[in-house]
T-cell receptor, first 114, second 112 residues
Framework: GAVVSQHPSRVICKSGTSVKIECRSL??????MFWYRQFPKQSLMLMAT?????????EQGVEKDKFLINHASLTLSTLTVTSAHPEDSSFYIC??????????FGPGTRLTVT | QKEVEQNSGPLSVPEGAIASLNCTYS??????FFWYRQYSGKSPELIMS????GDKEDGRFTAQLNKASQYVSLLIRDSQPSDSATYLC????????????FGQGTRLTINP
């Protein structure tokens, strides 16, 4: 299967600061990437769809000014959590769509805001 | 009604037996279905995709789709302790945008 990486795997930040998470497709080009959030014992919730060269599409209830997404190339999408607060602590997972329209997930980034 | 429903479990199966995981979906127009495996603290891993009615086999895994009943299942034969994980059913909601909708997941435990 296709390989997707994320960096960092784990980050701890103070309340009010911003955190950037990178998502890369390593062996294929992905015009579309997705960002999910998963709270403990819950399923994945789609936050936004990231399209290369255009603005991201956000799901209802997700603040676009708080969760900034940039898909600058066919292999890289970034999610920046701005002015993070403890309630933003979660497991953030990206996925990339391959040529067969199957989604492959990155390893996830565990964010803790203190 | 949730778009994708799964029994959250936990489902306990003895080693070597067949584990059967079930999923129903509400959008009759859905065309693509996926099973993901997620170990605790890790991200989901794609196991199977199925698009047509009937069975699709890959090693010890068999996915079954019945569009008329809006039902998709995953069978795991010769279950191993390493199969213990949460299994997520996902349905492609938006053909154009390729958005997946996930069920809550079924936690499976294989007992040695």
């Amino acid at each position: 299967g296709a390989v997707v990486s994320q960096h960092p795997s784990r980050v701890i930040c103070k309340s009010g600061t911003s955190v950037k998470i990178e998502c890369r497709s390593l062996d294929f080009q992905a015009t579309t990437m997705f960002w999910y959030r998963q709270f403990p014992k819950q399923s994945l919730m789609l936050m936004a769809t990231s399209n290369e060269g255009s603005k991201a599409t956000y799901e209802q209830g997700v603040e676009k000014d708080k969760f900034l997404i940039n898909h600058a190339s066919l292999t890289l999408s970034t999610l920046t959590v701005t002015s993070a607060h403890p309630e933003d602590s979660s497991f953030y997972i990206c996925s990339a769509l391959d040529y067969h329209y199957e989604q492959y997930f990155g390893p996830g980034t565990r964010l803790t805001v203190t | 009604q949730k778009e994708v429903e799964q029994n959250s479990g936990p489902l306990s199966v003895p080693e070597g037996a067949i584990a059967s995981l079930n999923c129903t979906y509400s959008d009759r127009g859905s065309q693509s279905f996926f099973w993901y495996r997620q170990y605790s603290g890790k991200s989901p891993e794609l196991i199977m995709s199925i698009y047509s009615n009937g069975d699709k086999e890959d090693g010890r895994f068999t996915a079954q789709l019945n569009k008329a009943s809006q039902y998709v299942s995953l069978l795991i034969r010769d279950s191993q302790p390493s199969d213990s994980a949460t299994y997520l059913c996902a349905v492609l909601r938006d053909q154009g945008a390729q958005k997946l909708v996930f069920g809550q997941g079924t936690r499976l435990t294989i007992n040695p």
